[in-house]
């Protein structure tokens, strides 16, 4: 191989990692951005093993799976973290809910953080509103 071929090769490859590094950086941009929402807006820290919170990304994937299907403010109930900022949670819509919902409970959806809202129903209910 000429040695200059070999130098565009390596210059090519090294702008690869930068994209990732971009879509790193605007995800965890993202992801400030929700836990700063969840505090101002309802005084709320992020999921707990658990405890309940609600989808706020339009689709997500079951999982399982790696096919996204709609999930939009989904209640749930937090199982675990199984990587930093990724969560497995469980549906969990309440017995008042229609049939249509409670047909997906427990289903388990992987969760970034910055799909997750913080609880809004549960945080209403027991403030008395």
């Known amino acids: ?6 130098i565009e090769q390596l210059s090519f490859d090294f702008f690869i990692p930068l994209d990732k ?16 929402s969840w505090n101002v807006c309802w005084n709320w820290y992020g999921p707990r093993v ?25 209640p749930c109930i937090a199982e675990k973290e199984i990587e930093p900022d990724v969560w497995v949670a469980r549906v969990e819509y309440p017995e008042d809910a229609p049939l249509h ?6 289903t388990r959806l992987v969760l970034d953080v910055a799909d997750i809202w913080a609880p809004t ?7 008395g509103n």
């Open 21 to 36: 590094l971009k879509e790193q950086r605007e995800l965890e941009e993202r992801r400030k951005s929700q836990r700063k």
């Open 50 to 74: 658990g405890e309940p919170l609600e989808v706020d990304a339009t689709c997500v994937k079951r999982l399982g799976e790696d096919h996204l299907s709609y999930w939009f403010c989904a």
């Open 101 to 106: 919902c409670r047909q997906m409970n427990g």
């Open 1 to 6: 191989m000429h040695p200059h071929a070999q």
């Open 121 to 127: 129903r549960h945080l209403t209910s027991l403030r």
